[in-house]
C-alpha cells in the first residue's frame, strides 16, 4: 500500500505526539524500548546504535511510514490503536469511555455484553 504525503505526515505527527504521551522523551528511548522487548526493527551490517533512532526520525518526519508487523508492535508497545496512528480515528485507544461517546450507550450497558 503506498501513503500520500499527507498522511505519512500525519502518521509522524500522532506518532510524535503518542510517544512523548507515554513517557518516551526522545526516539532514541523509544528506539532502545522496542529493541528491548521486539528486537532491532531492521537488520542492519553497521550496528549503529543510532539506526533505531534514524528509523524513527525518518517515520516522525513524514519520510517513511512502518511496515505492518512494526505498525503493531509500535502500538503495542505506545498502547495505542492503528488507527489513530494511521488517521482514521481521534483517539488513541477504544476505551470504554470512547465507546460510549461513539455509540450512545451507557458504561453498564456495554459491560453487560
Request: net charge neutral.
Given at each position: 500500500?503506498?501513503?500520500?504525503?499527507?498522511?505519512?505526515?500525519?502518521?509522524?505527527?500522532?506518532?510524535?505526539?503518542?510517544?512523548?504521551?507515554?513517557?518516551?522523551?526522545?526516539?532514541?528511548?523509544?528506539?532502545?524500548?522496542?529493541?528491548n522487548k521486539f528486537g532491532a526493527i531492521r537488520n542492519r551490517?553497521?550496528?549503529?546504535?543510532?539506526?533505531?533512532?534514524?528509523?524513527?526520525?525518518?517515520?516522525?518526519?513524514?519520510?517513511s511510514v512502518p511496515p505492518c508487523t512494526v505498525l503493531t508492535?509500535?502500538?503495542?508497545?505506545?498502547d495505542c490503536d492503528a488507527d489513530y496512528l494511521l488517521g482514521?480515528?481521534?483517539?488513541?485507544?477504544?476505551?470504554?469511555?470512547?465507546?460510549?461517546?461513539?455509540?450512545?450507550?451507557?458504561?453498564?450497558?456495554?459491560?453487560?455484553?
Amino acid at each position: 500500500m503506498e501513503y500520500s504525503d499527507n498522511s505519512k505526515q500525519q502518521f509522524g505527527l500522532r506518532l510524535q505526539k503518542i510517544r512523548i504521551q507515554k513517557g518516551f522523551k526522545t526516539q532514541t528511548e523509544l528506539g532502545d524500548a522496542y529493541k528491548n522487548k521486539f528486537g532491532a526493527i531492521r537488520n542492519r551490517k553497521d550496528k549503529e546504535t543510532n539506526s533505531m533512532q534514524r528509523t524513527i526520525q525518518s517515520w516522525e518526519t513524514g519520510k517513511s511510514v512502518p511496515p505492518c508487523t512494526v505498525l503493531t508492535n509500535l502500538c503495542e508497545l505506545l498502547d495505542c490503536d492503528a488507527d489513530y496512528l494511521l488517521g482514521r480515528l481521534d483517539n488513541s485507544t477504544h476505551d470504554l469511555n470512547f465507546i460510549c461517546n461513539q455509540t450512545h450507550l451507557e458504561e453498564k450497558t456495554i459491560l453487560s455484553s
